[in-house]
């Protein structure tokens, strides 16, 4: 399945973005979806996870802060971002998992290819 991740951008620290990925040809029922990201330098890091039934994980350090959704009727699933830092500055990159994986998976089969997340100062 081929991931579309859109949505990212250069925002001032305390704003917020919305990142979009639409699983493309396949419907978003059929797998858990999650978003990771990756810094210059570090390596990749789980922000947040999603089942099909609504169930959610998150990264301790995004939690209350980060918001991960769905919406089946766009085949779409989101990653709300409020509050950015500096320091949340990476490539964003949104993942799939069949729904047979553990959960939260410990590995992912899909990935998108990335959208910047450029928080200034």
């Known amino acids: 399945v081929q991931l579309q991740a859109s949505g990212g951008g250069l925002v001032q620290a305390g704003g917020s973005l919305r990142l979009s990925c639409a699983p493309s040809?396949?419907?978003?029922?059929?797998?858990?979806m999650a978003w990771f990201r990756q810094a210059p330098g570090k390596e990749r890091e789980f922000l947040a996870a999603i089942q099909w039934s609504g169930l959610t994980s998150y990264q301790d350090s995004v939690k209350g802060r980060f918001t991960i959704s769905k919406a089946y009727v766009l085949n779409t699933v989101y990653l709300q971002m409020n509050s950015l830092k500096p320091e949340d500055t990476a490539v964003y990159y949104c993942a799939a998992a069949p729904l047979s994986s553990s959960w939260p998976p410990h590995g992912y089969d899909y990935w998108g290819q990335g959208t910047q997340v450029t928080v200034s100062s």
């Open positions: 040809g396949r419907s978003l029922s059929n797998y858990i």
